[in-house]
């Protein structure tokens, strides 16, 4: 089986705005269907690895047939190695760290992202991901399906942005093909200015610690605020979940229900009160989690300036770990499922979509994508739910009927952010 190098990212080649020197950490995360068995743990490496994942050192997960799997990424398996981009004369270091492989045994067709990073003021994360056609086992281009950080330290010219592959194409904030697909690679690449440095009498000055600098003086480099990242996620989708195949929660285990304050988006800014349901409904959560948010922090940090949309999925995640607030996307086939979040104290922020007559009681007729908040089940088993379209809690705290949602949420992907507490 073969596979395309993992190049590093000698960004130091560009030419770059503000006159500055970059700084990559690459994050490689692997999900890949390779038959070959694995080798030993600590074969893995970075220096003269092989094109074929399955050589560097990976062990497989079996991942059962179905519609939707989350895969969480081993964060502790962590090797790292520094090198030295040459034309920077030593000093632009690149760090790789490369993870476990999750090895994935079913075909899919939709790759969902999600991460918790640590970006420093001054720094920018990009995220990509690449997939494998499981047809003939050729790789796409890395792909970029998210960034966060200081938007002006990245151009089309310092990291081109590919979203298209063939066979497939990144929609938004993931990657959704039109073959099967059986591998994906996900990374995180950070870029650091050098405005953190501060050049005096020969010394470079970082957080109070002084080096010499200048060839063979033999220093050591102070320790250098990157990019860190805290959580990695990828859901896998085989496709759509037929509407027949939903498990219906056990009448005898209802009700349950989540305190979750209720906040309506349209008391928010005119100007971007229709367009906010998503952070709106992060809000509510972060609140019940007992993190006092405000419904426009939420949805200034949120904003996706490049699609601009405050509803990039993996976004919302992000700024509710800006909050300090762990999450991840996570696609529902299940109700059984969803009972289980509901028992563990965690509401659920939903991504629906409506055409008219398919949701009764909500405040509008159709919507091709609006965010609300489940909370949990009444005594009949249908939805309590916040939605932020309405005006107020009145209307807000409402009851929807299960089967609808089975048709508005969980037949179209259901997608939910899934909070857990500090």
Same mark, same amino acid.
């Given at each position: =089986? ?7 990212? =000698?960004?130091g ?7 500055? &020197? ?16 694995? /080798?030993?743990? *600590? ?24 519609h $939707? ?17 040459a ?10 760290? !490369? ?18 990073l ?5 720094? $920018? ?26 938007? &002006? ?13 063939d066979?497939?194409r990144?929609?938004t ?18 870029? =650091?200015?050098?405005?953190?440095? =501060?050049?005096e009498?020969?010394l ?9 600098d ?11 605020? !990157? ?6 996620t ?8 037929? @509407? ?18 209720? $906040? ?8 971007i009160?229709? &367009? ?8 509510m959560?972060l609140?019940?989690?007992? @993190?006092e948010a405000?419904?426009?922090?939420v ?12 509803? /990039?999925?993996?976004? /919302?995640?992000?700024?509710a770990?800006?909050?300090?607030v ?12 969803v ?8 509401p659920?922020?939903?991504?629906? *979509? ?15 994508? $609006?965010l ?13 739910? /916040?939605?932020?379209?309405?005006i107020?809690?009145? &209307? ?5 009927a ?21």
């Amino acid at each position: =089986m073969a596979g395309p190098r993992y190049p590093l990212p =000698m960004l130091g080649a560009r030419r770059r705005p503000f006159d500055c &020197r970059w700084f990559a950490c690459l994050l490689s995360v692997l999900a890949t269907g390779c038959e070959s068995p694995p /080798n030993s743990a *600590g074969a893995a490496g970075v220096a003269g690895a092989g094109n074929d994942p399955s050589e560097r050192g990976f062990a497989p997960v079996p991942v059962p047939r179905d519609h $939707h799997r989350l895969v969480r990424l081993d964060l502790e398996r962590v090797e790292r190695s520094t090198l030295r981009s040459a034309d920077t004369a030593g000093t632009a270091r690149v760090s790789l760290e !490369t993870f476990e492989a999750i090895v994935v045994e079913s075909p899919f067709r939709e790759v969902l992202p999600s991460w918790n990073l640590d970006v420093p003021d001054g720094a $920018h994360a990009l995220v990509e991901l690449r997939v494998r056609r499981e047809s003939d086992e050729l790789w796409s281009p890395w792909l970029s399906v998210g960034e966060w950080g200081d938007e &002006r330290l990245v151009t089309d010219a310092v990291r081109p942005r590919v979203t298209e592959f063939d066979g497939g194409r990144v929609a938004t904030d993931m990657v959704r093909a039109d073959v099967d697909l059986d591998a994906a690679q996900m990374r995180v690449i950070g870029l =650091m200015r050098e405005d953190g440095l =501060m050049r005096e009498d020969g010394l470079l000055r970082e957080d109070g610690l002084l080096r010499e600098d200048g060839p063979g003086s033999g220093a050591v480099d102070p320790p250098r605020a !990157t990019v860190a990242v805290r959580r990695a996620t990828l859901c896998l989708s085989v496709g759509r979940v037929p @509407v027949a195949a939903v498990a219906r929660p056990r009448i005898a285990s209802l009700p349950i229900e989540l305190d979750v304050p209720f $906040h309506s988006q349209r008391a928010e800014d005119p100007g971007i009160a229709g &367009r906010i349901c998503s952070p709106t409904s992060v809000a509510m959560v972060l609140q019940f989690h007992g @993190v006092e948010a405000a419904v426009d922090d939420v949805a200034r940090r949120a904003y996706d300036p490049r699609h601009d949309i405050y509803g /990039n999925w993996p976004r /919302n995640v992000q700024t509710a770990w800006t909050y300090g607030v762990a999450g991840h996307l996570e696609r529902f086939d299940d109700w059984s499922a969803v009972r289980s979040c509901f028992e563990r104290g965690l509401p659920l922020v939903v991504s629906i *979509g409506v055409e008219p007559g398919q949701l009764t009681g909500a405040p509008y007729s159709r919507t091709t994508g $609006h965010l609300i908040v489940l909370r949990g089940f009444d005594a009949a088993g249908d939805l309590l739910v /916040n939605d932020p379209a309405a005006i107020d809690g009145e &209307r807000g705290r409402a009851v929807y009927a299960r089967a609808e949602l089975e048709q508005v949420w969980l037949a179209r992907g259901g997608t939910a952010y899934v909070f857990e507490p500090r």
